[in-house]
């Protein structure tokens, strides 16, 4: 069975965010970059599904900057059989991604072709199902978990106010969401293992955004808060605070 | 020409609470670029008696499509039925919500139609005749103002933030019959399993009480439904990523970076420190207050009101004195 999950190398969830002179871009100085999270789970469930199978592929595919080569490597290291980068040195918007992504996947021959929910930082949420529509392939998003059947995908989906299960045909795109897949550690083994493992570099097919970014800036602050110590009267109060003064209650 | 399409959904054959939101603020955009709002809803026949409330919030215009195949969401019937609709239509920008079904939705019809696609949108502006839009990037840490070049524009907009107005005119509400051949589709749905009657979502509700590791033990979370409960019907209960990756809580109520954002009238957070990358999932609720032991918790930066205390008191005071309040 062959998998491909496409990941993205994003900025630590921990990293404090600052905004460059030109307040058009984030200040990547002393940035430390990850594997989006949500990609990881995506990462791991192929790699399950490759056990499952026994057998078959799992490549892992992005698109970014020469150092995201890095960030496939620790994919690699998880367990992922190969690697290609899609390299362009701009930041593309999600349909700009989408579409180099899917001139790639295009005649993969991919059964399945996996994403994160959405990339930690961008937070948007569109690459998957652009690329499956992009390929005319059918798509399930905020997947917690699946299996894989003959010829089909059988997904569990959380929506407002309940679970669904979705039936998919082979070749689908799932975006993964938190759920089953908790990605495992890379063992030394596994990371020793990945520098040998196939790393591919090729120029993405680029396309200018259409979107464009006028200014970037920090949250504005919230005023300070009304901080009582316990006692007896401080609940009472801060009930009436809610209900008079907020319009919270 | 200058109008603004919004995309209504509706569950079980009732427009859905946010959707109102859409069109007003398809509405406000539409008057500030010289045009006006229409809606677009897709459910089973009959569904068109149920869109009054659509024209009350902006819509000169609503459109149902109705089908029984329509009945529930199906990626591809509804990316047809908007494809289709909208490539006959002549509209500038398109509003979507950024539920499941929008996040599903929007960007297929996106790329469909081969332009970009703005998500989750908290903001929108119009400077010289062209909307700006704002959205949080960074889960929260910074905020990009941006606009679209492209025809049309498509947004999502994030629930809970922008405001229903109130329109008095005379909307027309017209029915269409798609043609949709349910044997073409190449995804199903197998089963929906609806949550409890009354259980509303964490992302749906105007009052949020959170849990975090300060509650000690799954067996405690008693307190914190009868606080929920009594504050009233659209609260829900929320939990902090700790507490749902110890088992204590369904993933469903995790509010964070790795869970749910939220912007609820008012978040009350119970024994929860306010780790970063809890706060970028419900710092922007209207109102936060915090209850915590510990005076140096983040949690306290970011909240309106707070109680340093003992939560295992200070909760069930709380459901009291807003029983007191209410009699």
Request: proline fraction near 5%; include cysteine; charge should be negative.
């Amino acid at each position: 069975m062959k998998v491909i999950v496409c990941i993205k190398r994003v900025p630590d969830t921990e990293t404090r965010i600052r905004i460059d002179q030109t307040r058009t871009q984030i200040d990547t100085g002393s940035i430390k970059y990850i594997i989006s999270p949500y990609d990881e789970f995506a990462i791991e469930a192929g790699l399950r599904v490759r056990e499952d199978a026994e057998g078959g592929e799992v490549s892992l595919l992005t698109v970014g900057a020469t150092e995201a080569q890095e960030t496939l490597r620790n994919g690699l290291a998880m367990g992922a059989d190969q690697a290609t980068l899609l390299r362009t040195d701009s930041s593309m918007d999600g349909l700009g991604t989408a579409k180099a992504l899917a001139a790639e996947l295009r005649g993969s021959e991919a059964e399945l072709i996996l994403f994160g929910v959405k990339a930690a930082g961008s937070d948007q949420q569109q690459v998957g199902p652009m690329v499956a529509t992009l390929l005319g392939i059918p798509c399930v998003t905020g997947v917690s978990s699946f299996e894989v059947g003959e010829g089909i995908v059988t997904c569990q989906r959380a929506i407002e106010g309940g679970v669904e299960v979705i039936e998919a045909d082979l070749p689908a795109a799932l975006t993964i969401t938190k759920g089953e897949y908790e990605p495992r550690y890379a063992s030394l083994k596994g990371i020793m293992a990945a520098k040998r493992k196939p790393l591919d570099e090729r120029e993405a097919d680029f396309s200018q955004p259409d979107i464009h970014i006028e200014r970037l800036s920090e949250p504005s602050a919230r005023g300070e808060g009304q901080i009582l110590e316990e006692s007896p009267d401080a609940v009472t109060e801060l009930v009436r605070l809610l209900r008079e003064e907020a319009n919270a209650l | 020409m200058a109008d603004v399409l919004a995309f209504v959904e509706q569950r079980d054959g009732k427009i859905v609470n946010g959707a109102c939101e859409v069109v007003s603020a398809a509405a406000q955009l539409a008057s500030t670029i010289g045009g006006s709002a229409s809606a677009l809803v897709l459910g089973s026949p009959g569904l068109a008696s149920a869109v009054e409330g659509l024209v009350t919030a902006g819509a000169k215009e609503v459109d149902v499509a109705e089908h029984e195949a329509l009945a529930e969401y199906n990626p591809e019937a509804y990316l047809q039925v908007a494809e289709e609709y909208l490539k006959d239509g002549d509209f500038r920008a398109v509003i979507f919500s950024a539920t499941s079904i929008g996040k599903d939705l929007a960007p297929r019809v996106a790329a469909k139609l081969d332009v970009p696609l703005g998500s989750d949108v908290t903001g929108i502006e119009v400077q010289d005749g062209v909307p700006l839009f704002t959205r949080p990037i960074y889960s929260g840490k910074a905020f990009s103002r941006f606009s679209i070049n492209a025809d049309p524009v498509i947004i999502t907009i994030r629930p809970n933030v922008f405001p229903v107005n109130d329109y008095d005119f005379d909307g027309q509400i017209t029915t269409f019959s798609p043609d949709i051949d349910s044997t073409t589709w190449r995804s199903r749905v197998i089963k929906r399993k609806s949550a409890e009657e009354g259980v509303i979502d964490v992302s749906e509700a105007a009052v949020i009480v959170s849990g975090g590791r300060g509650m000690k033990d799954p067996e405690n979370w008693g307190i914190l439904e009868e606080l929920r409960e009594m504050i009233g019907p659209d609260t829900a209960l929320g939990a902090s990523r700790a507490v749902v990756d110890a088992g204590w809580r369904p993933h469903a109520e995790q509010v964070g970076q790795t869970g749910k954002t939220v912007a609820p009238k008012l978040y009350i957070a119970v024994g929860i420190s306010g780790a970063v990358q809890h706060l970028a999932g419900m710092r922007t609720s209207q109102t936060i207050v915090a209850i915590n032991r510990d005076p140096d918790a983040p949690i306290f930066s970011v909240a309106d009101y707070g109680i340093v205390g003992d939560l295992f008191e200070v909760i069930p005071r709380m459901t009291d004195a807003i029983k007191t309040l209410n009699s």
